[in-house]
């Protein structure tokens, strides 16, 4: 998983996992598991999903890059507290998924809160498959 800066000032996680990587066979199944993490978590809090490829295929305007064949964001609120209203202009959360045919690509922006990062890192790490341990 890479750290860094989207347009130079977004902090943003990315996790790019070959198909032969992980046991999962599409970006829908891998939301599927993203939302089984959320609702299993003792804070977050599912909202929905949305398909932006599907968002963006309706504009009259709209352009997908090559390649891309689907886009889905998780969205989900990890808010524990509600100290002042700024504190709305980064919430909720969500974790985009995109199938370019060979690989998947999952991003998240940073969330100010370490537990929020520490549960997300955690969730999409472990869509790579992890190797069977060794017989002793």
């Known amino acids: 998983m890479k750290q860094t800066l989207l347009q ?5 996680y990315t996790l790019e996992v070959l198909k032969d990587e992980t046991r999962f066979p599409s970006a829908d ?13 003792e804070i977050a ?10 968002h963006t295929q309706a ?22 507290k509600l100290p002042d209203a700024q504190v709305m202009a980064v919430r909720p959360r969500s974790i985009g998924v995109v199938d370019q045919g060979d690989r998947f690509i999952v991003t998240f922006l940073e969330a100010p809160m ?23």
């Not at 130079?8 to 943003?12: D, G, L, R």
């Not at 199944?29 to 978590?41: D, G, V």
């Not at 352009?63 to 889905?72: C, D, F, L, M, V």
């Open 8 to 12: 130079e000032k977004y902090p943003i």
């Open 114 to 136: 370490p537990p929020a990062n520490e549960a997300m890192e955690r969730w999409v790490k472990a869509i790579v498959e992890q190797p069977e341990p060794a017989a002793a």
């Open 59 to 80: 504009l009259a305007a709209g352009e997908i890059a090559s390649g891309i064949q689907a886009a889905k964001h998780v969205l989900f609120c990890f808010g524990t």
């Open 29 to 41: 199944a891998i939301i599927a598991y993203l939302k089984e993490c959320i609702e299993a978590h």
């Open 45 to 54: 809090r599912y909202i929905g999903e949305f398909d932006h490829i599907e």
